[in-house]
Nanobody, 124 residues
Framework: QVQLVESGGGLVQAGGSLRLSCAASARTFSRYTMGWFRQAPGKEREFVATINWSGGTTDYTNSVKGRFTISRDTSKNTVYLQMKNLKPEDTAVYYC?????????????????WGQGTQVTVSS
């Protein structure tokens, strides 16, 4: 069982930055591919970013490429999402998730553990 706890959300003006953190309880954290998803009001949850177990490979949804960076610190059992040049359309609840597969994960179905989410609100 892996518990994931997100933090770092908040209210920011357009063009601002936030860094989300996701702390994992498992000692085997390094074995999991990790992902960030988000759900805006009235919309379905969508993929944002993913990072493989070693941290050597990452990928992003097109709308955040060049603005968001996913990273992980195995020594701290934590995955991060650095968000820059935020836009009002980035407003959503952001969730981190853990997958047992070794390759990058784009689909929610491959993730077995989820955090409770953290709210990000970007004002115009």
């Amino acid at each position: 069982q892996v518990q994931l706890v997100e933090s770092g959300g908040g209210l920011v003006q357009a063009g601002g930055s936030l860094r989300l953190s996701c702390a994992a309880s498992a000692r085997t954290f390094s074995r999991y591919t990790m992902g960030w998803f988000r759900q805006a009001p009235g919309k379905e949850r969508e993929f944002v970013a993913t990072i493989n177990w070693s941290g050597g490979t990452t990928d992003y949804t097109n709308s955040v490429k060049g603005r968001f960076t996913i990273s992980r610190d195995t020594s701290k059992n934590t995955v991060y999402l650095q968000m820059k040049n935020l836009k009002p359309e980035d407003t959503a609840v952001y969730y981190c998730a853990a997958s047992r597969q070794s390759e990058l994960g784009y689909l929610q179905e491959v993730y077995v553990y989820w955090g409770q989410g953290t709210q990000v609100t970007v004002s115009s």
